[in-house]
Every structure is written in structure tokens, then in C-alpha cells.
């Protein structure tokens, strides 16, 4: 990847920062920090599309219709949807084992509505998304937690080498 790259993915970074920055000061919107790993197939490794899918798949079958109830989908509700920025991680090698394969998981800043807040934070923790994948069997672990603009920064750290990162609701939002 050459300089200009990394500098435009950097300025990229930091826009996404000041954006949630915005939402949270000046529009009613509470920041969440959510990790979601998910279960290694026995023998085959996820690239970042089938991850991806996963996420998008949990997202918008699961989580958004937990977190609005129903008729999310309507343009009436667009305006409840957290805007939420997603990218992708590698885990972090681990020493006592040898085939480690790279196991990407999602890094996830929500900028949540403040008429959603009270649904969401019922999710704060670790591991309360596991309910939603029970049937797909697919979400190893999750973790979510209060957070601020600095996140994006750490979340998107890997954006250099996965840079298809994910944004929720994909159209207009406010």
C-alpha cells in the first residue's frame, strides 16, 4: 500500500472520529463499543467476506429488529437505527499455539438514538449477543460497552490492510 493511501485512510479515520464526535455532542446519540468474534469452522478459515456477512446478517435479522422492535426496516424508523461504523480485526496470535490460523472479528462504534438507550443497555457486557446467533450458531463471543470518538481510531487501526469497513444504515439517517 503506498504513503497516499495510508494518509487518505488516515484522514478517513479521523473524519469517522469527528463524526461520531458530532452525533454524540450535538444529536442526542450515545456511543457503544461492540466486539463480536465468531466460532472457526474445524476446516476452513473465514475470509473477511464471510465474516462480513455474518455481521451483516446478525445486524439487520437480529439486533436491529431487538433494538427497535419491529418494523426497523420502515423509513419512519430509519431515524432509531444506531449509526454505526464496522471493521474488521485480526486476533492477536497466541503463543502456545502453533497453527493459529488468522481469526478475523468485527470492531463495531454505534452512535445510538437516545429513544433506543434503554434497549441497549441491556446488552452492556460480555457475551449478551450469543442469544442472537443461537440458530446461525455462529457468534463465539461479544462485548459491549460504553465508549467515545477516540474508539473509531482503535477500531479501525486495521484499516489499512481491510478496508471495506461497514456503515449502518447505508443511506440517510438523520
Given at each position: 500500500?503506498?504513503?497516499?493511501?495510508?494518509?487518505?485512510?488516515?484522514?478517513?479515520?479521523?473524519?469517522?472520529?469527528?463524526?461520531?464526535?458530532?452525533?454524540?455532542?450535538?444529536?442526542?446519540?450515545?456511543?457503544?463499543?461492540?466486539?463480536?468474534?465468531?466460532?472457526?469452522?474445524?476446516?476452513?478459515?473465514y475470509k473477511d467476506n464471510h465474516v462480513n456477512t455474518f455481521f451483516k446478517n446478525?445486524?439487520?435479522?437480529?439486533?436491529?429488529?431487538?433494538?427497535?422492535?419491529?418494523?426497523?426496516?420502515?423509513?419512519?424508523?430509519?431515524?432509531?437505527?444506531?449509526?454505526?461504523?464496522v471493521f474488521l480485526e485480526e486476533h492477536e496470535p497466541k503463543a502456545d499455539m502453533n497453527d493459529f490460523a488468522i481469526r478475523l472479528h468485527h470492531h463495531?462504534?454505534?452512535?445510538?438514538?437516545?429513544?433506543?438507550?434503554?434497549?441497549?443497555?441491556?446488552?452492556?457486557?460480555?457475551?449478551?449477543?450469543?442469544?442472537?446467533?443461537?440458530?446461525?450458531?455462529?457468534?463465539?463471543?461479544?462485548?459491549?460497552?460504553?465508549?467515545?470518538?477516540?474508539?473509531?481510531?482503535?477500531?479501525?487501526?486495521?484499516?489499512?490492510?481491510?478496508?471495506?469497513?461497514?456503515?449502518?444504515?447505508?443511506?440517510?439517517?438523520?
Amino acid at each position: 500500500m503506498n504513503t497516499s493511501q495510508v494518509t487518505m485512510n488516515e484522514r478517513i479515520r479521523e473524519a469517522w472520529k469527528g463524526y461520531m464526535n458530532d452525533l454524540s455532542s450535538n444529536h442526542n446519540r450515545h456511543l457503544y463499543f461492540m466486539t463480536v468474534t465468531y466460532k472457526p469452522y474445524q476446516d476452513k478459515v473465514y475470509k473477511d467476506n464471510h465474516v462480513n456477512t455474518f455481521f451483516k446478517n446478525f445486524y439487520m435479522h437480529k439486533f436491529l429488529p431487538y433494538l427497535i422492535n419491529k418494523n426497523y426496516h420502515r423509513v419512519s424508523k430509519r431515524y432509531l437505527q444506531p449509526i454505526s461504523l464496522v471493521f474488521l480485526e485480526e486476533h492477536e496470535p497466541k503463543a502456545d499455539m502453533n497453527d493459529f490460523a488468522i481469526r478475523l472479528h468485527h470492531h463495531a462504534v454505534l452512535a445510538v438514538h437516545d429513544e433506543t438507550v434503554s434497549r441497549m443497555d441491556t446488552l452492556i457486557g460480555d457475551n449478551t449477543l450469543i442469544q442472537f446467533s443461537e440458530s446461525e450458531n455462529r457468534i463465539m463471543t461479544s462485548n459491549i460497552q460504553y465508549s467515545d470518538a477516540d474508539t473509531v481510531m482503535y477500531s479501525s487501526h486495521m484499516m489499512n490492510k481491510y478496508s471495506d469497513y461497514m456503515v449502518f444504515p447505508n443511506r440517510g439517517c438523520e
